[in-house]
T-cell receptor, first 112, second 112 residues
Framework: TQLLEQSPQFLSIQEGENLTVYCNSS?????LQWYRQEPGEGPVLLVTVVTGGEVKKLKRLTFQFGDARKDSSLHITAAQPGDTGLYLC????????????WGLGTSLAVNP | DSGVTQTPKHLITATGQRVTLRCSPR?????VYWYQQSLDQGLQFLIQYYNGEERAKGNILERFSAQQFPDLHSELNLSSLELGDSALYFC???????????FGQGTRLTVV
């Protein structure tokens, strides 16, 4: 059962455009992480958000955790070809037996 | 460099064979995760160990097994290999079971 849904699944844009990708669930998470993965490489952690409503910025990337801690978004401003990759979200489920639950990712292509 | 080391990087083997994938976690990390990633299934959680003990099981087949040794390195054993087992296998480590995971570069397994 896929508990974290990411949208869109694929996104192809031109350099300089803005974009937002989403990570949604019906479950509450104690924290949520965003990773970026390049072809043939392992996912690399970008950010962790833990508080409902939290906003974190990483240069041109803005991450937001939903107030209810069930969803998150990643906004990229003025996308560059170097932003190309698979963006994965993963949430740590609330409760006693905590584990990371993964979305399937958004594959982003930024064309020069 | 995430600090997580996986060997080998590439592996080509025939159906019916058995292989062992090795993972050395980041220094100080107690938790090790194994993931399988294929194009159609995304990143699938297989199994997690914490300080030598199995912590959580995901979609791991009975033909697959893993263990974490006293020095905290881990091995994933895949037996009776089938064509459909061809995928990228990632190891990740974290300090505790619910903190950020850092990924190795993966082992690309091709079953022919």
């Amino acid at each position: 059962t896929q508990l974290l849904e990411q949208s869109p699944q694929f996104l192809s844009i031109q350099e300089g455009e803005n974009l937002t990708v989403y990570c949604n669930s019906s479950s509450v998470f104690s924290s949520l992480q965003w990773y970026r993965q390049e072809p043939g490489e392992g996912p690399v952690l970008l950010v962790t958000v833990v508080t409902g409503g939290e906003v974190k910025k990483l240069k041109r990337l803005t991450f937001q955790f939903g107030d209810a801690r069930k969803d998150s978004s990643l906004h990229i401003t003025a996308a560059q070809p170097g932003d190309t990759g698979l963006y994965l979200c993963a949430g740590t489920n609330a409760g006693n037996n905590r584990k990371l639950i993964w979305g399937l990712g958004t594959s982003l292509a930024v064309n020069p | 460099d995430s600090g997580v080391t996986q060997t080998p990087k590439h592996l080509i083997t025939a159906t019916g064979q058995r292989v062992t994938l090795r993972c050395s976690p980041r220094s100080g990390d107690l938790s090790v995760y194994w993931y399988q990633q294929s194009l159609d299934q995304g990143l699938q959680f297989l199994i997690q160990y914490y300080n030598g003990e199995e912590r959580a099981k995901g979609n791991i087949l009975e033909r697959f097994s893993a263990q974490q040794f006293p020095d905290l390195h881990s091995e994933l054993n895949l037996s009776s290999l089938e064509l459909g087992d061809s995928a990228l296998y990632f190891c990740a480590s974290s300090f505790t079971p619910d903190t950020e995971a850092f990924f190795g570069q993966g082992t690309r397994l091709t079953v022919v």
